[in-house]
């Protein structure tokens, strides 16, 4: 079985191709969406999904969120007395979304496509692969996000010619694709995008303005120290409410209750668009990027896609209103759409017969190319970039060009391999590094031709040949700094096997646990001894290992905390 696997910063989701449609995968609590967020229970075994986000406010050093931010870089979280990387802590939500498709549907689930943002580099790129291999998955395909939510959409079906935007702005990264759909084939024509804004951002923003409007208010039995992971971790989950509510509401109140002190502080849809301002300024600039490289102007879109949780900020939805000229289409559910995306392109591989072949082209989202020396006043100057492949050209693409020596009898030139836009090499990302002899002439009438190819997979090869002596030199860049290598994967993936993972069937009520020590932490005076009450009949209940009284508990418990936190503890 083949599946489709959004690989979120926030939530994560997994689809099938079954009977002619993409359909969503519940987890084992029922719920389509997966929290991206990793930790360890009381017993040292790994939990993924609600049950862990519910932990990071009371046990933030055992639980490991966003992490898809830090992918291709040799970050790592500790988590107990174990340190993991960000590919490893992806490989856990992706190995528990695999284990839900196969419950659900009772066969082994042996591929994946798993989606990526179109402004993924070359390094994030390969981890986001390597995170599936440890997932015991294999991944022929990425697909960009932007793609996804084109397919989701049903634009490949298309008679018509005709160009669209997607606008994608997730938990933690933000996307805008270009394509063009015509003769069956869905052309990406550009992508840019900002792998570091997202509704996270928005949500730290609100946490840092309601920070600063207390600082003048004396509250005398306690302090906000920020630096306290458990409270950072209330005030984040505190703005998320309320930027969510001002999507509903003209007003909504942030309140604090920490150390018998409460903070109060209300925001409306005004404050919030100052507040917001700088993050909704960042948008229009890969806008405008993406625009220009696609040569083409904002009116002549046939179409406006919005994808993402964090689109449906009324803000966001004006925002692009006013850009564009019109209204977006938000017809399917913005946090599930490139989980259906990446099921269409899944049922698109396994060449599912209610499927009409369509060709895929993608871009390369990044620059390639070589450090060079430029002539200034003194001599040359060294450290400059000079881009063999531009962003956005569509791939597989090959080009060349030609570079010469700098010194007189020069016998060798080396080639610093760099990816990024920066004029300056050392701004830019290296890939790698390709070294070629020379015959020894004159400064200037050594020429090598640098030929750069860059195929669907990701894989780079740089070829340097030597017009004179007919001799080249090919390098494969498979590998960046920051990415494992095949021997560190197999060394992590029997590490990994290792790993006691809690049981699926215990994660209701592992999860009802997690969220009653939450509120109590939360919650002060009678209510505290309402939630304690609460937590000590469950466990009793839990010991008695009857199924039936503990559902019955478990679900009229979760209706009294669902009554609690909508009157917000008063």
């Not at 196969?102 to 692969?129: C, L, M, W």
């Not at 109060?264 to 301002?277: E, I, P, V």
């Not at 450290?383 to 010194?407: D, F, Q």
Request: charged share 25%; net charge negative.
């Amino acid at each position: 079985m083949i599946v489709g696997i959004d690989l979120g910063t926030t939530n994560s989701l997994i689809a099938v191709w079954r009977d002619g449609a993409p359909h969503l995968v519940p987890n084992a609590l029922g719920e389509l969406l997966t929290p991206s967020v990793v930790g360890l229970d009381d017993e040292d075994r790994i939990i993924v999904g609600r049950a862990a986000r519910e932990r990071l406010q009371t046990h933030p050093r055992q639980t490991a969120a966003l992490f898809k931010r830090y992918m291709g870089s040799a970050r790592t979280t500790t988590l107990g007395n174990r340190e993991f990387r960000p590919e490893e802590l992806s490989a856990m939500v992706l190995r528990s979304l695999r284990e839900d498709a196969e419950r659900h549907f009772g066969e082994p689930v042996e591929e994946a496509v798993i989606s990526v943002p179109a402004y993924f580099n070359d390094a994030q790129r390969k981890a986001t692969r390597i995170a599936g291999e440890l997932a015991g998955l294999k991944v022929e395909r990425l697909i960009n996000e932007p793609t996804a939510a084109a397919l989701a959409y049903g634009l490949h079906q298309r008679d018509s010619t005709s160009t669209f935007l997607v606008f994608d702005l997730g938990g933690g990264t933000f996307d805008v694709s270009i394509l063009e759909l015509f003769d069956g084939v869905m052309e990406v024509r550009a992508s840019a995008g900002d792998n570091f804004l997202g509704g996270e951002d928005f949500d730290t923003v609100l946490v840092q303005a309601f920070v600063a409007a207390q600082a003048d208010v004396p509250q005398p039995t306690s302090t906000l120290d920020l630096a306290d992971p458990q409270l950072f971790g209330r005030l984040r989950r505190e703005a998320e409410r309320v930027r969510k509510a001002l999507g509903q509401e003209s007003q909504a109140t942030f309140t604090l209750r920490h150390d018998n002190a409460q903070w109060q502080q209300s925001f409306d849809q005004t404050q919030l668009a100052n507040l917001y301002a700088p993050l909704l300024a960042r948008l229009r600039a890969p806008i405008e990027t993406a625009l220009r490289d696609a040569r083409i102007k904002a009116s002549e879109l046939d179409e406006i896609l919005l994808v993402g949780g964090t689109t449906r900020m009324p803000l966001i939805r004006r925002l692009a209103a006013s850009l564009f000229g019109r209204f977006p289409s938000i017809q399917l559910n913005p946090d599930e759409t490139v989980a259906l995306g990446a099921a269409v392109q899944a049922g698109l591989k396994a060449r599912d017969a209610a499927l009409e072949e369509v060709v895929l082209t993608d871009v390369c989202p990044y620059s390639l190319g070589i450090e060079t020396s430029v002539a200034c006043g003194y001599g040359y100057e060294s450290g400059h970039y000079l881009p063999i492949i531009e962003r956005n050209c569509v791939v597989p693409v090959s080009k060349v060009k030609r570079v010469v020596t700098l010194r007189d009898q020069q016998t060798h030139v080396r080639l610093g391999i760099y990816q990024g836009e920066s004029r300056r090499v050392s701004e830019n990302i290296f890939l790698g590094e390709l070294e070629v002899q020379v015959p020894p002439l004159p400064a200037g009438q050594a020429e090598v031709d640098v030929r750069f190819t860059y195929d669907t997979n990701g894989l780079l090869e740089a070829e340097a040949h030597i017009p004179l002596t007919g001799e080249k030199r090919q390098v494969v860049i498979t590998n960046n700094p920051g990415v494992l290598s095949p021997a560190e994967i197999a060394t992590r993936l029997a590490a990994l096997a290792e790993l006691k993972i809690h049981p699926r069937e215990q994660q209701p009520n592992t999860l009802l646990l997690a969220r009653l020590e939450r509120l109590y932490q939360e919650g002060r005076g009678e209510l505290r001894q309402r939630i304690d009450a609460m937590a000590t009949h469950f466990t009793h209940t839990l010991e008695h290992q009857d199924a039936h009284e503990i559902r019955t508990l478990r679900l009229r418990l979760n209706e009294e905390l669902d009554h609690l936190e909508k009157g917000s503890f008063e």
